[in-house]
């Protein structure tokens, strides 16, 4: 005759004291309370799998949180699974599974984990950049949607006003950072393939412009309007800084007290802070050490050697350059990446060494295998070719002062 289990009564629960060991108090149909020594007590289903007629349990919850009526009624749940070949553990997993693709692996929580990772291997800039981007034209449409849920037509009809407007640069960055974001999700088991592999062909390509720059022989031009720009003294200090190390805009705007060695006269710039994240050393010259005495008066109880003036604890925006040299009338004809160029154009035809110019840049060979061999920054060797050029910015004053208190000499 079969063993007839007694049912389970609130009070009987209620009663149940610890002991040594755990214990069990059936309730019957495979529905048991579990007693361990800490007092807590947790309901279970045991079952045979379906498949594999192997004994197992399905924890359904604690008690109190579960009362006894529910863990009846999921026990009962259970069973009229089993009876359809279903096991109750691989269900409950599945919905699990379900609700983080709804509520946990939105687009927004992936692309935070992957930014996450991805801000290491950028400038902080360049970081801000990205997440901005995002913000801007993708999370107040995408963030909430499940990762699985996204979709090229989707990515598409999301970008296509933006290519509208004439935005190609955006479009172009856009689908990048998307990409690399559904890389990541398919990297990580939450896709089974990135949906979004070649949407760039589904819109016009941006071409392709060089930064505006000047010609070298309109250098005076520029000196002579610097020097009589109405513009503050760390703006026209941080122009001509630029100018003088042929350093990017962020990369000058950045520039700290602690990255400068007077009496080695180098200015070295640490990986973080550079777009190919590898540390830059410049030779300084006797104009770019003038420039900052000049700035010791203003910023050098502070971090940053150019301050913003709206917070001196922060450093000038990578775009006070750029406004300040569209305010002075070159709109269209430079802007302060060009002063790169300039410098390079000017190098160049003065037969300096390529790879000098290239190092002084901070250009990475194209060439990975020679860059891997390459390691050298020809630091001495672009000494003299800094003193050069910082002579030549003086020369190119034409009678004006920088602001370095130097008059110009003669023409070049």
């Avoid at 389970?8 to 002991?19: F, H, M, Q, V």
């Avoid at 970008?159 to 960055?173: D, F, H, M, Y």
């Amino acid at each position: 005759m079969a063993k007839v289990t007694t049912r389970l009564t609130d009070k009987e629960i209620k009663s149940a004291k610890p002991r040594d060991k755990e214990y069990y108090l059936f309730d019957g149909g495979g529905l048991r309370l579990r007693v361990k020594p800490n007092c807590s007590k947790h309901w279970l289903f045991n079952y045979y799998r379906p498949n594999s007629k192997k004994r197992a349990n399905l924890t359904l919850g604690k008690y109190p949180d579960l009362s006894l009526a529910i863990a009846r009624k999921q026990a009962q749940e259970a069973k009229e699974l089993i009876v359809q070949d279903i096991d109750p553990q691989e269900d409950k997993k599945r919905k699990q599974q379900e609700h983080k693709a709804v509520y946990q692996h939105t687009f927004f929580n992936v692309s935070k984990e992957w930014f996450d990772i991805k801000q290491e291997s950028v400038t902080p800039d360049y970081a801000v950049d990205i997440w901005r981007s995002l913000e801007l034209h993708i999370f107040p449409y995408l963030s909430t949607i499940p990762v699985k849920d996204i979709t090229a037509p989707l990515a598409i009809k999301l970008l296509k006003p933006i290519e509208a407007k004439g935005s190609l640069e955006t479009v172009k960055r856009l689908t990048q950072r998307l990409n690399e974001i559904m890389d990541f999700a398919t990297n990580y088991g939450l896709v089974n393939a990135n949906p979004l592999t070649g949407i760039k062909a589904a819109f016009k390509k941006p071409k392709k412009e060089n930064m505006a720059s000047l010609k070298p022989d309109e250098l005076p031009e520029l000196i002579n309007a610097i020097a009589n720009a109405s513009i503050k003294r760390t703006t026209r200090c941080l122009i001509e800084w630029q100018l003088h190390t042929m350093t990017r805009p962020s990369e000058a705007a950045g520039t700290r007290w602690d990255e400068i060695d007077l009496e080695a006269k180098i200015w070295t710039i640490p990986p973080a802070r550079m777009k190919k994240g590898r540390e830059h050393r410049i030779p300084l010259t006797s104009q770019t050490i003038a420039l900052l005495e000049i700035m010791k008066p203003i910023s050098k109880q502070r971090e940053f050697v150019f301050t913003s003036d709206r917070n001196p604890l922060k450093p000038c925006n990578s775009q006070t350059a750029n406004m300040a040299l569209k305010r002075m009338g070159f709109a269209g004809r430079l802007v302060s990446h060009g002063l790169r160029s300039l410098a390079s154009t000017t190098l160049n035809e003065q037969g300096f060494e390529a790879d000098l110019i290239e190092a002084a840049l901070a250009h990475i060979d194209g060439n990975q295998v020679r860059s891997a061999y390459n390691r050298t920054d020809y630091l001495e060797r672009r000494i003299p070719m800094m003193i050069w050029w910082s002579g030549h910015i003086e020369e190119a004053a034409q009678g004006s002062l920088s602001v370095t208190g130097t008059k110009q000499l003669k023409v070049i």
